[in-house]
């Protein structure tokens, strides 16, 4: 397994959680990381990305102002805080690893989910 996730758990809503991704040095010198989350019967959906040296993010606008992505470049580490969490962000998450330096969507590695659920 090149990335594995970790960090899931459950928490009432309003609570934190802290996701963390490792991943062979290999992968995360010179690629963009990203987080992402499927929800039961529903696709899975880009939650947020970080350039390669950790100095550009994004987000998707149902967690901008909640959640944060980072890494520090050359470290075999990546994170995502999740704070003021809500039932909705209930899911399984998945971490991966672009082709590229900057995000472009386009995913060369995943990485095994991690499950989060938030109760109301």
């Known amino acids: 397994v090149q990335l594995q996730a970790s960090g899931g758990g459950a928490v009432q809503a309003g609570g934190s959680l802290r996701l963390s991704c490792s991943g062979s040095r290999r992968i995360y010198s010179n690629n963009a990381l990203a987080w992402f989350r499927q929800s039961p019967g529903k696709e899975r959906e880009f939650v947020a990305a970080?350039?390669?040296?950790?100095?550009?993010?994004s987000y998707t606008d149902a967690v901008k102002g909640r959640f944060t992505i980072s890494r520090e470049h050359g470290a075999d580490t990546m994170y995502l805080q999740m704070n003021s969490l809500k039932p909705e962000d209930t899911a399984v998450y998945y971490c991966?690893?672009?082709?590229?330096?900057?995000?472009?969507?386009?995913?060369?590695?995943w990485g095994q989910g991690t499950q989060v659920t938030v109760s109301s």
């Open positions: 970080v350039n390669w040296r950790g100095s550009t993010t």
């Open positions: 991966a690893a672009d082709r590229r330096p900057i995000y472009s969507g386009n995913l060369q590695s």
